[in-house]
Nanobody, 119 residues
Framework: QVQLVESGGGLVQAGGSLRLSCAAS????????MGWYRRAPGKQRELVAS???????NYADSVKGRFTISRDNAKNTVYLQMNSLKPEDTAVYYC?????????????WGQGTQVTVSS
């Protein structure tokens, strides 16, 4: 009954920008931490950025100064603004959200969106 739907991936040249969005919908009581992971071919999943319900943020060292995570609590949506993109940012990006319903709390995941940065 809870879904996370991502949008905004695509193909961009190195140095370009993309903005990812992830909207949570369904039987939501409260959305706690939200964030983004990525998985590049042949590599382990990596936490890119996270944001608490109080809007404290955390970033992977590899994206600090280039990516910005934000959220709109009224829309249950998290965003990832990605600037100065590099070929090594190419990956499938997955959003997550720790969501409380009226009966339990768990982590939910988006379907993933491909980001490809060409050199």
């Amino acid at each position: 009954q809870v879904q996370l739907v991502e949008s905004g991936g695509g193909l961009v040249q190195a140095g370009g920008s993309l903005r990812l969005s992830c909207a949570a919908s369904g039987s939501i009581f409260r959305v706690n931490a939200m964030g983004w992971y990525r998985r590049a071919p042949g590599k382990q999943r990596e936490l890119v950025a996270s944001i608490t319900s109080g809007t404290s943020t955390n970033y992977a060292d590899s994206v600090k100064g280039r990516f910005t995570i934000s959220r709109d609590n009224a829309k249950n949506t998290v965003y990832l603004q990605m600037n100065s993109l590099k070929p090594e940012d190419t990956a499938v990006y997955y959003c997550y959200a720790n969501i409380a319903t009226d009966t339990y709390s768990k982590a939910y995941w988006g379907q993933g969106t491909q980001v490809t940065v060409s050199s």
